[in-house]
T-cell receptor
Framework: AQSVTQLGSHVSVSEGALVLLRCNYS??????LFWYVQYPNQGLQLLLK??????LVKGINGFEAEFKKSETSFHLTKPSAHMSDAAEYFC??????????????FGKGTHLIIQP | NAGVTQTPKFQVLKTGQSMTLQCAQD?????MSWYRQDPGMGLRLIHY???????DQGEVPNGYNVSRSTTEDFPLRLLSAAPSQTSVYFC?????????????FGPGTRLTVT
C-alpha cells in the first residue's frame, strides 16, 4: 500500500513570505500526485497534480510543486503568502484498487496559518 | 453543472439510529467514492463504486453500507450509528479508468453521533 507523509500539522508564515509545505510519498510504481486545498467548512479543491512529464507543476492561486523521484517528494510552494491562503492542505497519491478503480491515499494534512 | 452535491450538510444522531447520507453528481462519472475526515487523520476511503451495480470496500468500511443503482447517485447508509462515526463525510467522483484524473469532491456532511 502507498503512503503519504506531510511534515508539520501546522505551518505558520507571515504575509508575503515564502510558503513551503512538505510531502513525501511511498509508492512501488510511478506515482500520480495531487495537492488539494480545503477552506474552512468547505470541500476539497484541486490545487495541482503531477502525472507525467515536467516535474515542476504549476497550479491555481500561484502555487507550484516539484516532483523529485530521488527524494520521493512533492513539496508545495508559493513565493508570497496571502491572507486568503489560510486553509488546510492535503497531499495525496493515486493508488490502483483493482477492477479498473483507483483511490486516493491522503496525508494527514497541514494547516497553513498566515500571520499579518 | 452542479458537480457533486451532498445532503444534508449537518446531522445529529443518537447512538443506534440509522440514516442515509445522499450524494449525487451530474458529470456522468462512473467512479464515485465516500471518504471520512477526522482531525489529524486526513481523509480515509470508506466505499467506492466503478459503476451502477458495482461497489467495493475501502480502508474503513465497517458500520457503513452502500449501493449504486444509478450512475448519478451513491448513498451511504449508517445502519446503527456509533459515536466513533462522528466525522465529516465527503463524496467524490471521477471518470473510471483514468488514474491520473483528479477526483471532484462534494461540500461534505458533518455528522455528530451522541
Amino acid at each position: 500500500a502507498q503512503s503519504v507523509t506531510q511534515l508539520g500539522s501546522h505551518v505558520s508564515v507571515s504575509e508575503g513570505a515564502l510558503v513551503l509545505l512538505r510531502c513525501n510519498y511511498s509508492s512501488s510504481v510511478p506515482p500520480y500526485l495531487f495537492w488539494y486545498v480545503q477552506y474552512p467548512n468547505q470541500g476539497l479543491q484541486l490545487l495541482l497534480k503531477y502525472t507525467t512529464g515536467a516535474t515542476l507543476v504549476k497550479g491555481i492561486n500561484g502555487f507550484e510543486a516539484e516532483f523529485k523521484k530521488s527524494e520521493t517528494s512533492f513539496h508545495l510552494t508559493k513565493p508570497s503568502a496571502h491572507m486568503s491562503d489560510a486553509a488546510e492542505y492535503f497531499c495525496a497519491v493515486s493508488e490502483e484498487l483493482g477492477g479498473g478503480a483507483d483511490g486516493l491515499t491522503f496525508g494527514k494534512g497541514t494547516h497553513l496559518i498566515i500571520q499579518p | 453543472n452542479a458537480g457533486v452535491t451532498q445532503t444534508p450538510k449537518f446531522q445529529v444522531l443518537k447512538t443506534g439510529q440509522s440514516m442515509t447520507l445522499q450524494c449525487a453528481q451530474d458529470m456522468n462519472h462512473e467512479y464515485m467514492s465516500w471518504y471520512r475526515q477526522d482531525p489529524g487523520m486526513g481523509l480515509r476511503l470508506i466505499h467506492y463504486s466503478v459503476g451502477a451495480g458495482i461497489t467495493d470496500q475501502g480502508e474503513v468500511p465497517n458500520g457503513y453500507n452502500v449501493s449504486r443503482s444509478t450512475t448519478e447517485d451513491f448513498p451511504l447508509r449508517l445502519l446503527s450509528a456509533a459515536p466513533s462515526q462522528t466525522s465529516v463525510y465527503f463524496c467524490a467522483s471521477k471518470p473510471t479508468g483514468m488514474i491520473s484524473y483528479e477526483q471532484y469532491f462534494g461540500p461534505g456532511t458533518r455528522l455528530t453521533v451522541t
